[in-house]
């Protein structure tokens, strides 16, 4: 069974810094890439960043790009998802996810398979 489990959420003020990470079991993601996406209340849930597993190459939405950095630590089976300078807007849960397709990064949730808990993130002004 697939598990993915996030850690490092909590409260930060407006332009903080947090940690996130994803440690994930159960099957090999050997080509496939891990997501972060978040959803704040009464919104869309949304792509936040990715990294390929193999190659490290990583992708971001333009609403964080230049802030977080994701990477990958593959004898740990885990991903981070450094945040920094973070504002307001960026409250929400944050999800690890995986897809079913190798190769492929999804921008949208319809080609996830495997979800995690999702971890609170909550920026203060």
């Known amino acids: 069974q697939v598990q993915l489990v996030e850690s490092g959420g909590g409260l930060v003020q407006a332009g903080g810094s947090l940690r996130l990470s994803c440690a994930h079991s159960g099957r090999t993601f050997s080509n496939h890439a891990i997501h972060w996406f978040r959803q704040a209340p009464g919104k869309e849930r949304e792509f936040v960043a990715a990294?390929?597993?193999?190659?490290?190459?990583?992708y971001y939405a333009d609403s964080v790009k230049g802030r977080f950095t994701i990477s990958r630590d593959n004898a740990k089976n885990t991903v981070s998802l450094q945040m920094n300078s973070l504002k307001p807007e960026d409250t929400a849960v944050y999800y690890c996810?995986?897809?079913?397709?190798?190769?492929?990064?999804?921008?949208?949730?319809?080609?996830?398979?495997?979800w995690g808990q999702g971890t609170q993130v909550t920026v203060s002004s």
């Open positions: 996810a995986g897809p079913a397709l190798p190769f492929r990064v999804f921008t949208t949730r319809d080609g996830i398979a495997y």
């Open positions: 990294i390929s597993w193999a190659a490290g190459r990583t």
